[in-house]
């Protein structure tokens, strides 16, 4: 660094290029601890956030143990708490949402990449994108006022029709909120995130692969099925985890279109509930210690449930890179 | 191709596929239609979602309803969820461009940097609902709620997005440049101060503003730290819970009240707008700023 500054021997420009470098000294030491205090302070919240939900769930986690995951009775007016239904309701309401959801996103994915011309990709991503922009408490009250009453009076009744023999789709009940109701919502909060990732996973499959298909005569079905798909199989998987993770957090849209009900059904038509949702509607006016523990507990399952299938999707996405597997 | 079946070979016949090749064509173009379809359902999904919203919100607002507090209007909530968000942004960007800056400037591609970033992006994956409890847990619990507790599990939210958003332009930069001021024997700072942050900078705004669009539609964290409001009067100050839009709608959606409903459309509209808005702008902005960039 020092050439730049050096004049000559002694005399007033060496005291100058001294001071020069002493202040570059301190100033690239500031910089860099600053940097490495933000770096640091992520990193800190993050245990934070993972200490301070374990650390309110304790009450609990000491009086239920690991039985709360299976308990299916909530009844704070008996300070008794399991999470059973609401995990359940959980689980039901992401997998139908990334069932319906996935799907339609890679078809999407595939659209965007291979099928669109350049601008009409141009236009339509930015738009698939701004789905996700949607705030999500502006997303459940169309859900509650407008979708719910269609889905009740429309689409409920034909699946019960023609499939009511499964008993996942029993009869249609009054209101339309449920967790089918939910499951499309967050079909609706998922769909981009998965979209867009598959889009750029399919940009990124190298061209002359496809070209190489389609000159042995393979039609452009069987150029995504036995080329496209399979080299991005695992990209496909890590994205639906990252909608998985999303879905499973949603509080506030699911809240206001689930219904809130506390039993497990077996048809998606019932209501139910899942644990974000429990959270945001029982948290705010909680009516003891062990109640506000309890869902402190749920907590920290959802954060555990997150982290998991955020960790997970870029183990995937990372072990079995695509790039590499056809550079091999 | 069909030469082998009950015709017989006719080499004046059309040349158009026959028997197998049909179907597999027929099959991939029903793929296509399918594809096609999937993208319009999306697109089609969010007409209808903003048109409802703009239908039923736009006979709700007027200057009264934007410029007055309750019950007419929503001024409050406007200042309350201004007030929140810059705050958050105030507390998340210069954060978010530290860490970015840790991660392109500092990095050596150690067991840290993968840390870092590993951990931003479990902050990304964490649900907001669970910031909302651990912040109430450390500063709400056994006192009134305020915004600026708000401010600060926003602040988390956008944490990732800026500092990811910020890092990919920082990436951008040529590393010629870094490398011309290094030649010149430019210490380190100055070249992130006087070279690298000005070129990225539109990138980094870009990154931000999402942040931003992003963090005033979070509802979740906001009706556990600054949901019990005065919503008649405009008031600045983040020591006291401040009227906001998120917690708004979210209220005025749980009651069955029909003229709460045109309030809360209209509430919806509002932000709607503003986020739709935001967003878009960004993207222009993005599309310029990294063309520009990388030439």
């Not at chain 1, 020092?2 to 570059?24: E, F, H």
């Not at chain 1, 109701?181 to 609706?188: D, G, K, Q, W």
């Not at chain 2, 007030?83 to 860490?99: F, H, K, R, S, Y």
């Not at chain 2, 956008?158 to 030649?183: F, T, Y």
Request: one cysteine or more.
């Amino acid at each position: 660094m020092s050439p730049a500054y050096t004049t000559g021997s002694g005399g007033r420009g060496a005291r100058v290029a001294d001071r020069l470098r002493r202040v570059d000294r301190v100033g690239d030491g500031i910089l860099f601890g600053l940097c490495s205090l933000a770096a640091l302070l992520g990193v800190g919240t993050l245990l934070l956030v993972g200490y301070q939900v374990v650390d309110g769930a304790m009450p609990a986690i000491s009086k239920f143990g690991l039985g709360f995951l299976v308990h299916t009775t909530w009844q704070p007016n008996f300070n008794v708490y399991g999470a059973g239904s609401v995990l359940f309701g959980t689980v039901v309401s992401s997998f139908v949402a990334l069932a319906i959801g996935a799907p339609i996103a890679v078809a999407i994915g595939l659209f965007l990449s291979l099928l669109a011309p350049k601008g009409v990709r141009g236009a339509i991503s930015p738009l698939v994108e701004m789905l996700a922009a949607i705030p999500s408490v502006i997303l459940g009250f169309w859900g509650i006022i407008v979708f719910a009453p269609f889905v009740q009076s429309d689409v409920e009744p034909r699946l019960h029709d023609s499939l009511g023999f499964i008993p996942l789709f029993g009869p249609p009940q009054s209101t339309g909120a449920g967790v089918f109701t939910a499951s499309l919502i967050l079909v609706i909060m998922i769909i981009p995130i998965i979209a867009s990732i598959s889009r750029d996973l399919f940009l990124a499959v190298p061209g002359d692969v496809q070209d190489g298909a389609s000159a042995l005569g393979a039609t452009r079905w069987e150029v995504v099925r036995g080329v496209v798909l399979p080299s991005t199989a695992s990209g496909i998987l890590a994205a639906s985890l990252l909608g998985l993770g999303r879905a499973l957090g949603e509080a506030i849209a699911v809240t206001q279109v689930i219904g809130s009900g506390s039993a497990i059904h077996s048809s998606l038509f019932e209501t139910g509930d899942t644990m974000a949702a429990r959270i945001a509607n029982q948290f705010p006016g909680y009516l003891n210690a062990m109640h506000e523990a309890s869902l402190y507990y749920l907590g920290a399952i959802l954060l555990v449930i997150g982290l998991v299938s955020n960790l997970l999707a870029q183990w995937i996405g990372r072990r079995f890179d695509y790039r590499r597997r056809i550079a091999k | 191709m069909s030469a082998a079946g009950e015709h017989s070979f006719d080499p004046t016949a059309p040349l158009t596929p026959s028997g197998n090749l049909r179907r597999r064509r027929a099959f991939s173009r029903l793929a296509e239609y399918g594809a096609t379809g999937a993208a319009v359902l999306a697109v089609g999904v969010l007409a209808i979602v903003v048109y409802t919203v703009a239908a039923r919100g736009l006979p709700a607002i007027d200057l009264e309803f934007l410029t007055t507090s309750e019950p007419t209007g929503i001024l409050p909530a406007i200042v309350g969820t201004v007030v929140i968000v810059a705050l958050a942004t105030a507390v998340a960007m210069p954060v978010g461009v530290l860490t970015a800056l840790y991660l392109t400037e500092f990095a050596s591609g150690g067991r840290i940097d993968r840390v870092v970033r590993l951990t931003l992006d479990l902050i990304n994956g964490v649900p907001s609902i669970v910031i909302g409890i651990v912040i109430f847990r450390l500063l709400v619990e056994g006192r009134p709620q305020f915004a600026f507790a708000g401010s600060v599990a926003l602040a988390i939210i956008e944490l990732p997005l800026i500092a990811r958003g910020s890092q990919e332009v920082l990436l951008l930069v040529p590393g010629s440049l870094r490398e011309a001021a290094e030649a010149l024997g430019v210490s380190r700072w100055r070249t992130v101060l006087g070279i690298t942050l000005p070129s990225a900078m539109g990138g980094i705004l870009t990154s931000t503003v999402l942040a931003v669009a992003r963090a005033a539609g979070e509802t979740a964290p906001l009706i556990l730290l600054s949901s019990v409001f005065d919503p008649r009067f405009v008031s600045f100050n983040p020591s006291e819970a401040l009227p906001n839009i998120p917690a708004t709608i979210f209220a005025l959606s749980e009651e069955a009240n029909p003229e709460g409903f045109a309030r809360a459309w209209g509430s919806s509209l509002v932000l709607l707008s503003a986020i739709l808005f935001a967003s878009l702008a960004a993207r222009a902005l993005l599309g310029r700023s990294r063309a520009r960039m990388t030439g």
